[in-house]
């Protein structure tokens, strides 16, 4: 395998490497604007250029193999007159609009000025005109005055989502990035072109104005917009958040994991998260009577929330329906409180998937985060708990619900259950927004949404991956795990650690397929369950 | 030495167009012995021998460019003739294909046998509508002959031709981006490595050679490698044909062997300069190579002696500039040619050229300003050597050594918005 120095610092990389990646190991960044890792390397930006010794020419590192032997300069006095040129070029006819500029802040052209610039502008000629404001699609508008053609966003229609929307027209200083004639983006996957694009030309349609991206923290994230579990930060801003009319949440992105997603995400789940934050978020426990809602203190609402369902339970009235959208540790803390107090039947529900409603790239037709560790914690594999709790309902053998998280609306079989549910003596509803079900419950316990707490999802491989908090509670609403706990505690049960990586310990130590797995051992990118304990169930 | 007759031997022949006129005059000798007597790798090795250079511009030794198609692969070999003869002043290639068609054909089929090809393409410039004519009607007889197709010469080796025609950009003269354009792409060059020779058009290994260089094949087979490096320099074998343009009595295609020098060919092929007049500054080797002084033309237009005179013996296409000239002028006419057949690939190319042209202009509607000339120097060398392809240098060249060879006149210019010159030959903007 080559061993290579680069700037004086020696590393060993397997046959193949790029200078660039060799640097990117040993910590050194290399300016680059047209590489990108998860798209074919176009080496036309020239950002990248290094000097080799023995090698007249500079070289560009995205492109040039690492060889045995080969000695490597980033920060030549020659390399560093490059950069500059290259940076000169790029703003000869950028119209410097970083004030009105909604990548200002994370911007390479601005990043690179300041890192390796610097130089006093030489221009003296008018800058080129082009289209400032040309929506590409749905979701993409395109400042070609901004543009640096560094092809990123061909390449991604090219290569990732092979839908050729976009292309490069025309030659020398007139070349523009457009889509073709009559086209617009028809993708699902455009948002993720504004993440690409190193500057200011393609931004996102919902996200920009909204914020200044320096008022922006992130936190690591998982996707819950369906069974991929796609890795993704989410932005979030709690230092202005007066600027956006209370909402926290501006965007969420990729994290690459080369296990699940790569670079990328689809739009379903980019745009998709706007309940958390919604209107409709259910901010206090509420008792309704007559379908009026009236909102009660946490305590009074534990305190009946535990009378009625242990009641039930007693008397064996009591049917439960969890929801692949909880976490690992809130269907573990579901099952494990009720089997203690004596309720047989724990199982979730998912809503039947819309048939090809899927891809082969990220989009799967389950859209729910954990079916795969529903199925496995609770251990009941396909059967229908939605339909054998309507039939016990119906026939008297169960008058009480708990039901987790769902919008049983959203379904067929799931409005026509619910006209049963509203039946129900005494119906249990925990959730984050409301909805037809939470409306036609008789007590509502207001949960957190997955960017208000930690915890879990197993994807559809089996990856357990872990989601960090961004965000406080909404209102009063509290995580299911320490609701579960107080409803345990008030019967007497011991009660889960309400610290979701300690629940997740208990979990890996009683379920042979989790067994080994702890928050440490999951990192950033999770890690896989053992297949062999699935219950019954043929994989992905 | 000085003037040769090699592949313009037949030029004043009646017909030499024709397959019977271009037979009758020894033509398709080469090929019958190539077939009977020879490996591949005997044709090879004697190409190598005659030491015959690209002469498109680069001057890559051909016989070693061949060489360096994989004799064991799987996959279909390509002989792709570049005809896209774009570089400003040169026009040999034109005269070849239309005088002695048959010629190229014959030098296609010697490659396509050395290499184990069975497709050639002729990537022909989109403009040169009568050289198309001419090799479609030297094709058709060379088919009917069977000199092509199934059979060629009844050898049992198969070769087809196709006549692709470009589409009138400058870039499709770069070897990748004649291959992309030929795949039906945007002519953009390629990254490299690889090299066409091991990935060529579509995906395998090829061999783009100019029309001129193939040319030479038949010949040197026929008449052996030794005697075509006689005729040459130590590393440039031969001869090749001189596009003369400019301020000379006689412009026109001259055929002289490697060691003429730039002044025999000028003073001894092409006449001399027009009446009255002297010489001032030569482009040796088509519009991308750097300009010479009148007294810098003692030089062999070979290769290695352009080089190391400090430019470029490129397509030999040699541009002749008397007292009249206005090299201001001259330089901004070159600069719009660049900025408008730059790809737009890479960032200093596309900008650049770009840049240079509106510098120019302004300069040239009087709005000067100090610095301006250091600047048009300074960006073209943040041009040189940074792009993929050499479109980047071919730009770059001429910028820098016209302002290094005639600097005051571009001061003229930014001081005076013009200069004495321009009055007596007023050169069109654009």
């Known amino acids: ?540 | 030495m000085a003037q040769v007759k090699i592949i313009t031997e037949l030029f004043e022949v009646e017909g030499s167009h024709r397959l019977d006129v271009y037979e009758r005059h020894g033509g398709y000798q080469a090929i019958r012995k190539v077939l009977a007597d020879y490996s591949p790798e005997a044709v090879i090795e004697e190409v190598k021998r005659s030491r015959l250079r690209g002469l498109g511009g680069a001057g890559f030794p051909t016989g070693l460019k061949w060489s360096f198609v994989p004799k064991q692969t799987t996959k279909p070999k390509y002989v792709v003739v570049n005809a896209d003869e774009g570089e400003p002043g040169t026009f040999k290639d034109r005269y070849i294909m239309m005088n002695v068609p048959h010629n190229l054909l014959e030098g296609i089929m010697i490659a396509a046998y050395a290499i184990g090809a069975h497709t050639a393409f002729i990537y022909l410039r989109g403009e040169y509508v009568r050289p198309r004519r001419r090799l479609e009607q030297a094709i058709a007889e060379a088919y009917a002959k069977g000199y092509l197709g199934e059979s060629i010469f009844g050898s049992g080796y198969r070769l087809d031709v196709w006549l692709h025609l470009g589409a009138g950009a400058y870039i499709c003269g770069e070897e990748t981006a004649l291959l992309e354009s030929l795949e039906g792409k945007k002519g953009w060059p390629r990254l490299k490595p690889p090299f066409p020779a091991s990935v060529g058009a579509f995906g395998c290994p090829t061999i783009v050679n100019n029309v001129e260089t193939l040319s030479y094949v038949p010949h040197i087979i026929r008449r052996g490698a030794e005697w075509f490096a006689s005729l040459g320099t130590e590393r440039s074998g031969g001869a090749r044909i001189l596009s003369i343009s400019g301020h000379v009595q006689r412009p026109g295609i001259y055929e002289v062997s490697m060691d003429t020098t730039l002044r025999e060919a000028i003073f001894d092929c092409a006449g001399g300069i027009r009446e009255g007049r002297s010489l001032k500054a030569v482009i040796p080797g088509g519009s991308s190579s750097p300009v010479l002084r009148a007294n810098e033309i003692d030089v062999p237009c070979c290769f290695d002696a352009l080089a190391a005179a400090g430019s470029m013996a490129g397509s030999g296409a040699v541009i002749v500039m008397d007292d009249t000239t206005c090299m201001f002028d001259a330089l901004r006419n070159i600069v719009h040619f660049y900025a408008h057949e730059s790809c737009g690939q890479c960032t200093p190319c596309r900008v650049g050229t770009g840049w240079l042209r509106r510098i120019m202009d302004r300069i040239a509607e009087g709005r000067g300003m100090p610095g301006d000339v250091d600047n048009l120097y300074s960006i073209a060398a943040d041009m040189l050597g940074r792009t993929i392809c050499p479109l980047g240098d071919a730009a770059a060249m001429p910028v820098m050594s016209f302002v290094e060879k005639f600097r005051d006149e571009f001061e003229e210019h930014v001081r005076h918005g013009g200069c004495d010159l321009q009055a007596v030959r007023p050169v069109r903007a654009s």
């Open chain 1, 1 to 540: 395998m080559p061993i290579l120095t680069i700037d004086g610092k020696t590393i060993e990389v397997e046959k193949g490497t790029t200078i660039l990646q060799a640097a990117q190991r040993l910590g050194i960044d290399i300016p680059h604007y047209c590489y990108h890792p998860g798209l074919r390397i176009a080496g036309s930006c020239r950002m990248c250029l290094v000097e080799i010794q023995g090698v007249p020419k500079l070289q560009i590192a995205c492109y040039t193999e690492a060889t045995d032997g080969m000695v490597v300069f980033t920060q030549s006095e020659k390399v560093q007159q490059a950069r500059r040129a290259v940076l000169e070029f790029l703003l000869v006819d950028h119209p410097l609009d970083c004030p009105v500029c909604d990548q200002a802040g994370e911007c390479y052209l601005q990043i690179y000025y300041m890192q390796h610039g610097l130089h006093p502008s030489r221009v003296r000629e008018d800058k080129l005109k082009r289209a400032k404001v040309r929506v590409l699609g749905e979701h993409i508008v395109l400042d070609q005055e901004r543009c640096i053609l560094c092809s990123r966003c061909v390449r991604f229609t090219e290569e990732v989502t092979r839908t050729f929307e976009l292309g490069i027209f025309n030659r020398g200083d007139r070349s523009v990035v457009d889509v073709y004639p009559g086209e617009q983006l028809r993708n699902r996957y455009q948002g993720n072109l504004a993440d690409i694009c190193p500057v200011g030309a393609l931004t996102d349609r919902q996200f920009r104005f909204r914020t200044r991206v320096w008022y922006l923290d992130q936190a690591k994230s998982i996707c819950p917009g369906c069974s991929r579990g796609c890795n993704i930060v989410v932005d979030f801003n709690v230092r202005r958040g007066y600027k956006a009319g209370g909402r926290r949440i501006p965007r969420i992105r990729p994290r690459p994991n080369p296990w699940v997603n790569q670079y990328w995400m689809c739009d379903d789940g980019r745009y998709g998260f706007g309940w958390v934050e919604g209107l409709d978020r259910i901010l206090s426990p509420k008792l309704l009577e007559n379908g009026h809602p009236r909102e009660i203190p946490w305590a009074e609402a534990i305190r009946l929330a535990g009378a009625w369902i242990g009641e039930a339970a007693r008397e064996k009235k009591l049917g439960v329906l969890l929801s692949p959208r909880m976490s690992n540790e809130e269907i573990y803390a579901a099952s494990y409180v009720l089997r203690s107090l004596g309720v047989g039947n724990v199982g979730y529900w998912a809503e039947p998937a819309t048939p090809g409603d899927e891809d082969d790239l990220l989009i799967k037709a389950d859209k729910n985060p954990n079916t795969y560790g529903a199925r496995l914690i609770t251990g009941v594999p396909q059967e229908d708990h939605l339909a054998r709790m309507v039939e016990a309902l119906s026939s008297g053998a169960v008058d009480t619900v708990l039901i987790f998280l769902h919008n049983l609306e959203q379904a067929r079989a799931g409005r026509a259950a619910l006209e049963t549910l509203r039946r129900a003596k005494r119906f249990v509803f925990v959730g984050t927004n409301w909805n037809r079900t939470a409306a036609a419950a008789s007590l509502v316990l207001p949960v957190t949404a997955f960017t208000e707490q930690e915890g879990t999802f197993t994807n559809f491989q089996g990856r357990v991956q872990r989601f960090w908090q961004a965000v406080e509670p909404m209102g009063q609403a509290r995580s299911a795990l320490s609701v579960l706990n107080e409803l345990a505690a008030s019967w007497g049960i011991p009660p889960l650690p309400d610290n979701a990586a300690e629940a997740f310990a208990r979990l890996a130590s009683e379920n042979r397929a989790f067994a080994g797995l702890s928050y440490e051992t999951l990192g950033d990118q999770g890690q896989t369950v053992r297949a062999s304990e699935e219950p019954g169930v043929v994989g992905p």
